[in-house]
């Protein structure tokens, strides 16, 4: 299995301006790409606190990651647990935290996950296999409404209705366990002429369904607030959305914050993959970064706008602070 690339990693890196003796978080560590870029950047002795929900995940970080030893503190948990998580380890602030949202091409490329509609196998799409519900008892058990905003919402399809309306159809006879069921229910939904435009008929709902399984959406805005808070003066928080809501969410939060006394924004408009990228990693295209820094105590420091990968299409600074 081909391993995840991160994404918009120099900007990343760019945005997080990692300092040696620095205390880093990554609430999303997946395959460990941005956070061994991160600790081999920083070098000495910087520390990093690295979160992930899926046990799967982690292991392949805990391999990745294994030459810094113990700088790196990984834990399996939700990122929206990060004061438990800090506590555990007695750290009160930190000088950076990276969330790269969604989900990491080791989770979509294994069939056995069933987040793909690309290939047969159980309808699951959890990022923790310890958490109770799968897809698989969201689609048989949840009102067509629902599914309906779901679909809508989550996965911005067009067709919502319809396709929640044959998922009731189809669950009437038998349950729907398979990825391979499901997309033949979609495509079966999606009027012929629709299904030629805008990629794999099933895309929308897969996405969908995924967020719904993982609760994604739930409290991000309100984790973003209080997560900046725990940053140290000069401090940054960085995150990757993939996808419209997500990246409301952290525009929002990061807005207000910085409207309030003690955060500048560092990016005024959202840090897109360039042509490069997107050429070398397709599930790049949808990536937006943001990024906000806690101000020193002192006088608001100059801003000058970090250094990104070649292609990066990087948005000026918000230097008026
Ligand atoms: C896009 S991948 C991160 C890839 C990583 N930056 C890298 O370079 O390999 C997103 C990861 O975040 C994890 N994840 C998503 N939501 C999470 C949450 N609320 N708490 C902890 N981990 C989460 C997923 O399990 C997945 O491994």
């Known amino acids: 299995m081909a391993p995840h690339q ?7 890196l760019a945005f997080l301006a990692p300092r040696r003796g ?25 520390q990093l606190l690295a ?48 969330l ?9 490329d294994d069939p056995s996950r069933g987040f793909s509609y690309q290939e047969e196998g159980p309808l699951d799409m959890r990022m923790d296999p310890g958490q109770p519900l799968t897809a698989a008892d969201l689609v048989n058990t949840a009102s067509r409404d629902q599914l309906a905003r779901w679909l809508a919402e989550y996965g911005e399809e067009r067709w919502a209705g319809r396709i929640a309306d044959f998922i009731v159809e189809a669950r009437r006879r038998r ?25 794999h008929p099933a895309r929308r709902t ?3 369904l995924r967020i719904a399984v993982n609760d994604e959406l739930r409290g991000l805005e309100g984790f973003l607030r209080a997560a900046a808070q725990r940053l140290r003066p000069g401090g940054r928080l960085v ?14 939060a990061f807005r207000d914050l910085a409207a309030g006394e003690g955060f500048r924004l560092l990016t005024r408009k959202p840090v897109t993959p360039g042509e490069e990228e997107v050429r070398r990693n397709p599930r790049s295209r949808s990536a937006k970064l943001r990024a906000l820094q806690r101000l020193a105590a002192g006088p ?6 970090p250094r990104t990968g070649a292609g990066a299409r990087a948005s000026p600074c918000d230097a008026t602070r």
Do not use: N
């Open 100 to 108: 790269d949202l969604g989900v990491s091409s080791m989770q979509l």
């Open 206 to 208: 897969f996405q969908a």
């Open 51 to 98: 979160i992930d929900r899926d046990p799967q995940a982690l292991a392949v970080a805990r391999r990745r990651l294994a030459p810094f030893g113990d700088r790196v503190h990984l834990v399996h948990g939700d990122f929206r647990d990060l004061e438990r998580h800090l506590a555990s380890l007695g750290w009160d602030r930190v000088d950076g935290i990276l």
């Open 239 to 252: 995150v990757i959305a993939f996808h419209s809501l997500e990246d409301r969410a952290v525009k929002r």
């Open 300 to 305: 608001a420091p100059a801003g000058g706008e």
């Open 6 to 12: 991160p994404v918009l990693l120099e900007a990343a």
């Open 22 to 46: 620095g205390r880093y978080v990554d609430g999303t560590v997946g395959g460990g790409g941005h956070a061994a870029a991160l600790l081999a950047a920083v070098g000495g002795d910087a």
């Open 175 to 199: 349950p729907i366990t398979t990825t391979t069921e499901l997309v033949e229910i979609v495509k079966a939904a999606i009027p012929a002429r629709a299904r030629r435009r805008g990629g």
